[in-house]
């Protein structure tokens, strides 16, 4: 099967996730996509069921006007900045999706991983949705099936800040100790560390990647699907009705 593949931002997190459901609704099943997001700035996308108040430290994000934005996909919260994570989205039909899950994630971040080792990274592929290595854990994915069709979506981490991570991300406390830092590096790990590469460079290795398996055309975003896009984040994604509904 071959793939349009875009690169679409920098935009802010609410229109990436805009773009994501809109993408997903205008999909041609005859024509799957990759895309690669670019962020403006620091945000923490929530997963679809997940509680606000008892994921977020509220204040701290506020404080630092930093985004939070509710997925349309499951999963965990995490924290994203600009230039230290990697982000691509698949839009596919559902006819090429395993109907076992474990089976899903692990076919659709194949290349992923395969891409990395090509970097010499030892990732592997982690059930039922991470992508980890020796020392923690690189990344992870989520997915939406709606009818015909399939969104799955995975962040890796190129070298965010664990500290600031974990001031966004309600923990228990407002203070983070150096113990609970050291303890979160201990479980999360970074490409970053494990290459001499910049995250540009590892993005056009995964690129290369995706193309070896599957091949692609490079498209644009057109103006239709970002105008939609954007719309979207202003009447949803960027609302405390949709974001803070849980």
Same mark, same amino acid.
């Given at each position: 099967m071959k793939f349009e593949m875009m690169d679409t931002g920098p935009y802010l997190e609410s229109v990436h996730h805009a773009l994501d459901e809109v993408i997903l609704q205008e999909l041609d099943t005859e024509k799957p996509v990759i895309r690669f997001w670019? *962020?403006?700035?620091?945000?923490?996308?929530?997963?679809? +069921?997940? %509680? +606000?108040?008892?994921?977020?430290?509220?204040?701290?994000?506020e404080s630092k006007k930093i985004d939070v934005v509710r997925r349309i996909t499951g999963g965990g919260a995490m924290y994203v900045e600009p230039g230290k994570v990697i982000t691509y989205s698949l839009y596919l039909p559902r006819s090429f999706v395993p109907d076992d899950f474990e089976e899903s994630y692990r076919k659709l971040d194949s290349w992923a991983v395969e891409g990395l080792r090509d970097m010499g990274i030892d990732a592997r592929h982690e059930p039922l949705n991470d992508i980890v290595c020796e020392e923690g854990k690189l990344g992870g994915s989520a997915q939406? *099936?709606?009818?015909? *069709? $399939?969104?799955?979506?995975? #962040?890796?981490?190129?070298?965010? %800040?664990? =500290?600031?991570?974990?001031?966004?991300? *309600? &923990?228990?406390?407002?203070? &983070?100790?150096? @113990?609970?830092? @050291?303890? !979160?590096? @201990?479980?999360? %790990?970074?490409?970053?560390?494990? #290459?001499?590469?910049? $995250?540009?460079? $590892?993005?056009?290795?995964? @690129?290369? !990647? +995706?193309?070896?398996?599957?091949?692609?055309?490079? &498209? %644009?975003?057109?103006?239709?699907?970002?105008?939609?896009? =954007?719309?979207l984040a202003k009447y949803k994604f960027s609302s405390d009705e949709w974001n803070k509904k849980l």
């Open positions: 670019y *962020r403006k700035k620091p945000a923490v996308p929530l997963g679809r +069921f997940q %509680s +606000f108040t008892d994921e977020v430290n509220q204040r701290y994000v939406l *099936r709606k009818r015909d *069709r $399939v969104l799955h979506h995975a #962040t890796l981490n190129y070298n965010i %800040s664990i =500290e600031e991570m974990l001031k966004c991300l *309600r &923990i228990g406390k407002d203070k &983070i100790s150096d @113990k609970a830092i @050291k303890s !979160a590096e @201990k479980r999360v %790990s970074a490409i970053g560390e494990k #290459t001499d590469l910049s $995250v540009k460079e $590892v993005i056009d290795q995964l @690129k290369k !990647a +995706f193309g070896n398996n599957y091949g692609v055309e490079r &498209i %644009s975003l057109n103006d239709h699907t970002l105008e939609k896009a =954007e719309e």
